[in-house]
């Protein structure tokens, strides 16, 4: 398995971003101003990452997806690794990441990696979805804003 930076011209993979967040349109908020990141298998896309500048010093992982067919298997913390170490060595000192309050798999799989809690934003879902986001039949609300330091 390969992790690589996608490059100026490559097909943004939005089939693989969708699986981690819900609207072509919510994409194309960050996807311009972002770097991504792919793990390949023998040639096939199987994870993506979008990372979104915040300043000179905080980057957000606006979005993480592994193809289900390869979940669980440790490949989506081994992106999240390899992302990290780029973008330390790019100047970050910080990465966000925002997942639902609510999420408790993704929640733990950040606190795995060394995220910690830092802060909400209150009606993230309902303000910025056009239809009602339901996961594991709740509907989603407010955002958990966790933090790591990666200097």
Known sequence: MKVRKLTRGEEIPY???LLGDETVEAINRYIAKSTLFVCEEAGELIAVSALF???A???ELKNIAVVPAFQGKGIGSLLLEHVQE???LAGYEEMLVGTPDVAIKQLTFYRKLGFKND??????FL???PEPIIEDGIQLKDMQV???RLS
Do not use: A, G, Q, S
């Open 53 to 55: 500048p915040i300043d």
């Open 146 to 148: 966790m933090k790591k």
């Open 15 to 17: 089939n693989l971003l």
């Open 127 to 129: 303000d910025n979805y």
């Open 119 to 124: 802060h909400i934003r209150k009606n993230f």
């Open 86 to 88: 780029e973008m330390k």
């Open 57 to 59: 010093r905080v980057v």
